[in-house]
T-cell receptor
Framework: DADVTQTPRNRITKTGKRIMLECSQTKGHDRMYWYRQDPGLGLRLIYYSFDVKDINKGEISDGYSVSRQAQAKFSLSLESAIPNQTALYFCATSDRTSGTYNEQFFGPGTRLTVL | AQSVTQLDSQVPVFEEAPVELRCNYS??????LFWYVQYPNQGLQLLLK??????LVKGINGFEAEFNKSQTSFHLRKPSVHISDTAEYFCAVRGNNAGNMLTFGGGTRLMVKP
């Protein structure tokens, strides 16, 4: 079974719609992250959370919000989707015991298309 | 702030040939460096990492990388590639920013041809 799961895996939506992407993990890690991947740009950090009460903006947080419902769950919302949010979105986790090195474990990704 | 540059967006190579994927970084502090691989329709998985010690790091699937502090590089190599190595490869650096976040390069698509 996958340690980091993301739902849905694929989503097509229209401009202006609200979308939620969900991430769950069974690794017992305290830290969770959301990235978006665009061709040629690599992965860019949207939000990260070090525990349920600690949520921080990343490099490109505008237009996104997150919710850490539990240690194992971290959701990403697009309040009003726009076409340039079309991308591949990844959730990742890490463990504070490896925090110095920040080795991260990734989910399979969600491909979002905004028409 | 740190940054990572992957010098080649695509690298075509024939099966059983050697390959080098180039990565340069900039950082004002000590760094930890990583290579991740993304197979088609999958998430990223760690290939290898440099934390300290020997500058030659060995990873999974026969890959290795060499940390060169003077050239600020962390190039990935494999002496003989297989079709199954076709994937996208990302170099990343852990910087000294708040939360010690990873900064990723733009990725290099390795295309192994028969």
């Amino acid at each position: 079974d996958a340690d980091v799961t993301q739902t849905p895996r694929n989503r097509i939506t229209k401009t202006g719609k609200r979308i939620m992407l969900e991430c769950s993990q069974t690794k017992g890690h305290d830290r969770m992250y959301w990235y978006r991947q665009d061709p040629g740009l690599g992965l860019r950090l949207i939000y990260y959370s070090f525990d349920v009460k600690d949520i921080n903006k990343g490099e490109i947080s505008d237009g996104y919000s997150v919710s850490r419902q539990a240690q194992a769950k971290f959701s990403l919302s697009l309040e009003s989707a726009i076409p340039n949010q079309t991308a591949l979105y990844f959730c990742a986790t890490s463990d504070r015991t490896s925090g110095t090195y920040n080795e991260q474990f990734f989910g399979p990704g969600t491909r979002l298309t905004v028409l | 702030a740190q940054s990572v540059t992957q010098l080649d967006s695509q690298v075509p190579v024939f099966e059983e040939a050697p390959v080098e994927l180039r990565c340069n970084y900039s950082s004002s502090v000590s760094v930890y460096l990583f290579w991740y691989v993304q197979y088609p329709n999958q998430g990223l998985q760690l290939l290898l990492k440099y934390l300290s010690g020997s500058t030659l790091v060995k990873g999974i699937n026969g890959f290795e990388a060499e940390f060169n502090k003077s050239q600020t590089s962390f190039h990935l190599r494999k002496p003989s590639v297989h079709i199954s190595d076709t994937a996208e490869y990302f170099c990343a650096v852990r910087g000294n920013n708040a939360g010690n976040m990873l900064t990723f390069g733009g990725g290099t698509r390795l295309m192994v041809k028969p």
